[in-house]
């Protein structure tokens, strides 16, 4: 399967021009509609179970992209509680880390929040650039796709007020997996940059 490279994806200032404000953290932005296997990031982030044991949706995908050997590193890691975040290398990938977290099964905001601002610390704190994350619990665990996106995007822009956290980082990609959640998330960006 073709390889996408981050860096070449254009930018929520791109792809939302004049229909949204100018910010610098729009730059830093991307939404991108495909299997995010196939991003070459320095990191993508994993919708897991508290096992880290592999599932199916976005899980499996990972697990078979990157061969066994993932499998193998997650057994040691001994499982994940919901809202944290575990790190692995990505093998096969054509991403160099996996960052697993655990979504909550439901609609559970805070915790969902917690996924996003643990694994957006744990990066920065590892010096990751370029990351995509995968919608995290709006499959398999029933979180409504528009409710978990307004809330995700206000996390990562909330997130980004910092300074140092806006440089630490090149791009962050909302990988979603159909038209529908793109439109989601292009509607919600222009809502929360309007
Ligand atoms: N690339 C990008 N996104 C994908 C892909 C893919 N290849 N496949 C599915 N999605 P889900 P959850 C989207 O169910 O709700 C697993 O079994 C999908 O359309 O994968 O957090 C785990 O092991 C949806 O938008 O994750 C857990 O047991 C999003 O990924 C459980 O599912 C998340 O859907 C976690 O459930």
């Given at each position: 399967?073709?390889?996408?490279?981050?860096?070449?994806?254009?930018?929520?200032?791109?792809?939302?021009?004049?229909?949204?404000?100018?910010?610098?953290?729009l730059?830093?932005?991307?939404?991108?509609?495909?299997?995010?296997?196939?991003?070459?990031?320095?990191?993508?982030?994993?919708?897991?179970?508290?096992?880290?044991?592999?599932?199916?949706?976005?899980?499996?995908?990972?697990?078979?992209?990157?061969?066994?050997?993932?499998?193998?590193?997650?057994?040691?890691?001994?499982?994940?509680?919901?809202?944290?975040?575990?790190?692995?290398?990505g093998?096969?990938l054509?991403?160099?880390?996996?960052?697993?977290?655990?979504?909550?099964?439901?609609?559970?905001?805070?915790?969902l929040?917690?996924c996003?601002?643990?694994?957006?610390?744990?990066?920065?704190?590892?010096?990751?650039?370029?990351?995509?994350?995968s919608?995290?619990?709006?499959?398999?665990?029933?979180?409504?796709?528009?409710?978990?996106?307004?809330?995700?995007?206000?996390?990562?822009?909330?997130?980004?007020?910092?300074?140092?956290?806006?440089?630490s980082?090149?791009?962050?990609?909302?990988?979603?997996?159909?038209?529908?959640?793109?439109?989601?998330?292009?509607?919600?960006?222009?809502?929360?940059?309007?």
């Amino acid at each position: 399967m073709s390889v996408v490279s981050v860096a070449s994806l254009p930018t929520v200032a791109q792809q939302l021009q004049g229909k949204v404000r100018p910010s610098a953290l729009l730059n830093v932005l991307s939404v991108w509609q495909g299997d995010i296997t196939r991003l070459r990031a320095d990191a993508i982030v994993n919708a897991a179970n508290s096992s880290l044991l592999g599932g199916g949706g976005v899980d499996g995908a990972i697990h078979r992209a990157a061969g066994p050997s993932l499998l193998e590193e997650c057994k040691a890691l001994g499982g994940c509680p919901t809202g944290e975040v575990r790190i692995t290398k990505g093998y096969n990938l054509a991403a160099t880390y996996v960052y697993h977290t655990v979504g909550p099964v439901g609609e559970k905001p805070a915790l969902l929040k917690s996924c996003y601002t643990n694994t957006l610390n744990a990066l920065a704190q590892n010096q990751v650039r370029t990351v995509a994350f995968s919608s995290i619990s709006t499959g398999v665990y029933g979180y409504p796709p528009q409710n978990a996106a307004k809330l995700v995007v206000e996390t990562v822009k909330d997130w980004l007020q910092t300074e140092e956290h806006l440089q630490s980082v090149d791009r962050i990609i909302f990988c979603v997996f159909s038209e529908r959640d793109r439109n989601i998330y292009e509607a919600v960006l222009m809502a929360a940059f309007e």
